[in-house]
């Protein structure tokens, strides 16, 4: 749950410090050269399927479902009665467009 309240008092709020960024560390392996690759070589693509990955469920029993079926187009199917109206004042709220700047 969120709860939004409009700022009454802008002489509270302080702009909160932006810390320097961390030196981005030293990389110590040169990259590859056409010498270091040359013992590499492809291999064929794995053609196998995925079927090892499938999680083993046990079958479950259920109940008789044979009585459902399906609504017809266009047919209510919560009968129940809807939620009173909610009014929410949004007067205090103010909507600033940073175009144009």
Known sequence: LIEIKPITNTD???AAPIPDAAPAAAVDQAPPTASSTSTL???PANTGTLEDCIPKVAPVEIGDISQI??????STIDESEPPARLEIDTS???LESDEGR
């Open 12 to 14: 509270d709020l302080e």
């Open 41 to 43: 070589s492809l291999t």
């Open 92 to 94: 205090a709220f103010s």
């Open 69 to 74: 079926s399906m609504a017809e187009v266009g």
